[in-house]
């Protein structure tokens, strides 16, 4: 958990370097390698590995626009997934989906811009689970400030009403983008969504990676042994802005202070001390991840960009109206049949 944990907030740190490049002295978002807008989750890894450090390949996690410490935890590519935040072809889709965009079959994870749009989807997967009698769970992550979404509330029906074996994790970190959970969500406690429902529900109250694994463990456990769907709701901290070059002119320093001052690594590094893990071993586990970081970013840079053409390809309507002079064929067979669809 420590190495995934590390492995997260330092590849955050070199691709916040990365980001920045070319984008200044003003701050021109489309500039640089990785154009358009980037979500880091540095404050938040405990909530990631506590979960996903229960989970096997074939388990399913989907999550929000801030997926790369969950996407990490869940063992997704890390030199395919940095590829396609740099928008090169051999990324995880081609480099057409970017950051919030992420799919790796491999180890079946999704992410997705739309906030709650990875509850429905893992309900999904859980029923799949279920008609297919095996014992794979789904976990969906989602931010506090989702929890209001309709798709959030009509999945927990469905996990509830047909006992899938589905996990909702809810990320709190306090705000969506400028705006605090006080002023949007009644009750603050997220997870006694779960009263609603009649499932179980619960809150880890701290950052504590060996806390939320005790949880997650109960959570995933009840769902791969067809006991039925949890809402585990973790309190994280959002050490950076909502994306960067967010000038967080609505938050109150003392709550920038406290998330710089709880750091959940820094915890968990502790407790390993005190386990008589030293710091030398601490610190080997630190180089081996920057090593790792270092050598996804280094290869993703040096993989080719998509050819433009390659822009039809993967879409739904090929290629898409407007973009051709020939008269597009519509098939009469819906008329025929009386149909509007
Ligand atoms: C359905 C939908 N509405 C609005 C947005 C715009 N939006 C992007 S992030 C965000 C706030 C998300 O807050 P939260 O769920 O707490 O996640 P956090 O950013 O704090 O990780 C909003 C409203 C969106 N992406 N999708
Ligand atoms: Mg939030």
Same mark, same amino acid.
């Given at each position: 958990?420590y190495?995934?944990m590390?492995t997260?907030r330092l590849?955050e740190?070199?691709?916040? =370097?990365?980001y ?5 002295? @003003?701050?021109?978002i489309?500039?640089g390698e990785?154009p358009?807008e980037?979500?880091?989750a ?5 909530? &990631? ?6 989970l096997?390949?074939?388990d399913t996690v989907?999550?929000?626009h801030r *997926?790369?410490h ?10 395919r997934?940095?590829? =396609?935040?740099?928008g $090169? =072809?051999t ?5 057409? @989906? @970017?950051?919030m ?5 491999d180890?079946?994870?999704? +992410?997705?811009g739309?906030i709650?749009?990875? +509850?429905? *989807? !893992?309900?999904?997967?859980?029923? &799949?689970a279920k008609? $297919?009698?095996?014992d794979?769970?789904?976990?969906a992550?989602? /931010?506090e400030g ?10 927990l ?7 899938l074996?589905?996990v ?5 970190? %306090?705000w ?12 603050q406690?997220g997870? !006694?969504?779960?009263?609603?429902f009649?499932m179980?529900g619960?809150r880890?109250?701290s950052?504590d990676?060996?806390a939320?694994?005790e ?6 456990g009840?769902?791969?042994?067809g006991n039925?769907p949890?809402v585990l ?10 994306f960067? @070059?967010?000038?967080?002119t609505? $938050?109150?320093e003392e #709550?920038q202070?406290?998330a710089a001052e $709880?750091?959940?690594? =820094?915890r968990?590094a ?5 386990f /008589? ?5 601490l ?5 081996r991840a920057?090593e790792r ?9 040096q993989?080719p960009?998509?050819? *433009?053409?390659?822009a039809h #390809?993967?879409v739904?309507t090929n290629?898409p109206s ?6 597009p064929?519509f098939? %009469?067979?819906g008329a025929?049949?009386g149909?509007?669809d």
């Amino acid at each position: 958990m420590y190495e995934d944990m590390v492995t997260a907030r330092l590849y955050e740190e070199r691709l916040q =370097e990365e980001y920045m490049e070319g984008k200044r002295p @003003g701050f021109d978002i489309s500039a640089g390698e990785v154009p358009g807008e980037l979500h880091l989750a540095a404050g938040q890894e405990a909530a &990631a590995v506590g979960v996903c450090h229960h989970l096997r390949d074939d388990d399913t996690v989907t999550a929000p626009h801030r *997926p790369h410490h969950v996407a990490i935890a869940k063992g997704v590519d890390l030199k395919r997934m940095t590829a =396609e935040i740099f928008g $090169r =072809e051999t990324g995880l889709c081609h480099g057409k @989906g @970017g950051h919030m965009h992420l799919f790796d079959p491999d180890v079946n994870f999704a +992410c997705s811009g739309i906030i709650a749009q990875g +509850c429905p *989807p !893992a309900v999904g997967a859980g029923m &799949a689970a279920k008609k $297919r009698n095996t014992d794979s769970v789904a976990v969906a992550y989602l /931010g506090e400030g989702a929890i209001d979404q309709g798709g959030f509330l009509e999945s927990l029906n469905m996990a509830s009403v047909h006992d899938l074996p589905v996990v909702f994790v809810i990320e709190d970190n %306090d705000w969506a983008i400028s705006m605090p959970k006080e002023r949007v969500t009644s009750p603050q406690d997220g997870s !006694a969504r779960a009263d609603g429902f009649d499932m179980h529900g619960v809150r880890v109250d701290s950052d504590d990676a060996r806390a939320v694994y005790e949880a997650g463990a109960e959570a995933v456990g009840r769902a791969r042994d067809g006991n039925g769907p949890t809402v585990l709701e973790v309190q994280v901290h959002r050490r950076m802005g909502h994306f960067m @070059g967010d000038p967080e002119t609505y $938050r109150p320093e003392e #709550d920038q202070e406290r998330a710089a001052e $709880r750091d959940s690594i =820094e915890r968990l590094a502790a407790d390993m001390r005190e386990f /008589g893990i030293d710091d030398e071993e601490l610190e080997e586990i630190r180089d081996r991840a920057a090593e790792r970081v270092d050598e996804a970013v280094t290869w993703a840079k040096q993989q080719p960009l998509p050819e *433009p053409e390659a822009a039809h #390809d993967h879409v739904f309507t090929n290629p898409p109206s407007g973009v051709t002079d020939e008269e597009p064929e519509f098939s %009469d067979a819906g008329a025929a049949a009386g149909g509007d669809d």
